[in-house]
């Protein structure tokens, strides 16, 4: 079902990124950092000028029938952050459950 998942930070920066297709991968990871460019150029302008607060709506980010993906990887990443010995904001890299996880989600792709 997917070809690229990132987890982002509220901060706006990646704390995971997976994507399925390995000779895409930098591809995706551009991507990424570009979306994350876009919504930081967002957030800016709200602060130079009085900005309609609706202009920061960037649309639907995903088919609402991909809901129950986004659910399944919610939950997930909930499981990282109440995990006693994971530091907000630090990269996800030691959580198994997570990646199997993420890997599970992108072999229904194949």
Known sequence: MAVCIAVIAKENYPLYIRSTPTENELKFHYMVHTSLDVVDEKISAMGKALVDQRELYLGLLYPTEDYKMFRKLHNSYTDV????????????????AFDNMVTSMMIQVC
Do not use: E, L
């Open 81 to 96: 952050m109440c995990n006693p010995f994971y530091n907000p904001g630090d990269r996800i890299q030691s959580s198994r």
